[in-house]
């Protein structure tokens, strides 16, 4: 693997880490924010998941400034967003400019869910490009560790320790963004531009070896497209629409959120009292960072698919164990089985979307697509979160993990069934297996 290309890679996954730890630092400071504020239920509620709304709103719409402004212009803004955001959070005065700079961060949190795949998928040779874009996912499992530990450390810092807690988050924020003048454009994006020969350059740096053929096959590509028309949703384009919509629905109704936001609640449930549930909250992180680094490594040898398959065969059984334990009202087992649930959710969903999504579309759509998949997986994941709870009352755990469960089946079935593996190809020749010309 080319070093320059390692280099990018790391530089583009510092948005992944930066999104985990934007996600998880709230959780330090959400007590002490509520009780400065004198916060309402609602206005407490909102403060925490205003921050999601962002996310949203910019997976939505982060592939328009990538298309726009290029891949890496996109980024540096994402990181001026999370650099702001963090001084604005710490020092707000009071709630609404808090409620603002959250706001803002979740933005950034959405756009690089975007982004930052996208650009790490269009400069990785076939050969390593999920190890690589897989980076994206391991350092948001590892931005979220970093948040919880750093938290912890800072918790009796002075009488506005969770400033601190938001505060430093500008640190990495910085880095990011002072790393990001060190990275070029996207090639592929270059090209799309017609700026031809700054692309060549580009690829001549990842693949000298081969850097005629690849101009030659991306930009063979890029005229396949032109002749069609340019909207995301025209039916030659159907087949990685529905990828990536199935993808992230089944991503999310997995309950992969409802058991990492409410990892003590869930606990509770089963009568294991707050020591239990503080011990969850640490081993799930833990396990989460383990396997998705088992998963980031392996991706490339074994492929998506395969990842997939033995992840959803894992997710099926824990599952339907835990829902069992709830119908019967034996506790015991709960603990490992959702340790282990993590895993195989890390193993599988959580090293393979953002490289799988990123892969599946052509260059003229590649931004958009991968916005649609964003989107899809963040409004599926607000629905997930905001309703748990009140399935988990009003039915019970029972029937709530034995839904997941059957999602997880379903799950199965369109990986046999539909998923194709695209470990090993080019994104040129994933377009010309996916599109319709």
Not at 245 to 254: D, I, R, T
Not at 294 to 309: A, C, S, Y
Not at 368 to 385: C, D, E, F, K, P
């Amino acid at each position: 693997m080319q070093r320059k290309v390692l280099f990018w890679s790391l530089v583009t996954a510092l948005g992944g880490f930066l999104f985990g730890f934007d996600t998880a630092v709230i959780s330090g400071a959400e007590k002490a924010i509520q009780q400065l504020w004198h916060l309402s239920a609602f206005e407490h509620g909102f403060t925490i998941s205003i921050a999601l709304i962002g996310t949203v709103i910019g997976a939505i719409f982060g592939g328009i400034p990538s298309d726009r402004l290029g891949r890496r212009q996109t980024l540096r803004w994402i990181a001026v967003l999370y650099l702001v955001s963090a001084v604005g959070a710490a020092l707000a005065p009071a709630w609404v400019p808090f409620l603002v700079f959250r706001f803002l961060g979740g933005l950034g949190v959405g756009a690089s869910s975007v982004t930052a795949p996208l650009y790490i998928s269009e400069i990785s040779p076939a050969r390593s490009r999920g190890r690589l874009v897989g980076l994206f996912q391991f350092n948001i499992v590892f931005g979220i560790l970093v948040a919880y530990l750093s938290n912890y450390l800072l918790a009796n810092v002075g009488d506005h320790s969770w400033r601190l807690m938001l505060g430093v988050q500008a640190v990495p924020a910085i880095a990011f963004l002072l790393f990001l003048f060190r990275v070029p454009e996207s090639p592929r994006w270059l090209l799309l531009h017609g700026r031809i020969e700054e692309g060549r350059d580009v690829l001549r740096l990842i693949e000298p070896e081969t850097v005629d053929a690849d101009v030659a096959a991306i930009l063979t590509a890029q005229a396949h497209s032109a002749q069609q028309s340019g909207s995301l949703f025209d039916p030659q384009y159907r087949t990685p629409v529905l990828l990536a919509v199935a993808f992230a629905f089944f991503n999310q109704v997995s309950g992969i959120n409802a058991i990492i936001y409410y990892a003590p609640r869930i606990f509770e449930m089963t009568g294991l009292g707050q020591g239990a549930a503080l011990l969850s909250s640490a081993g799930i992180g833990l396990t989460n960072f383990i396997f998705t680094l088992l998963g980031v490594n392996l991706i490339d040898r074994f492929g998506r698919r395969t990842l997939m398959l033995v992840g959803s065969v894992g997710l099926i059984a824990t599952l339907g164990l835990v829902a069992r334990a709830f119908y019967t009202q034996q506790f015991g087992g709960v603990p490992v089985l959702l340790f282990t649930y993590i895993a195989f959710f890390a193993f599988s969903q959580g090293a393979v979307i953002w490289v799988f999504i990123s892969e599946i579309f052509p260059n003229a759509v590649r931004a958009r697509g991968q916005a649609l998949g964003s989107s899809t997986h963040w409004v599926m994941a607000t629905a997930i979160a905001f309703t748990f709870p009140y399935f988990a009352e009003r039915l019970g755990g029972g029937p709530t993990f034995a839904f997941f469960c059957a999602m997880m089946v379903l799950q199965l079935v369109f990986v046999l069934r539909f998923m194709p593996e695209t470990k090993g190809t080019s994104l040129e020749q994933a377009d010309r297996t996916l599109v319709i010309h």
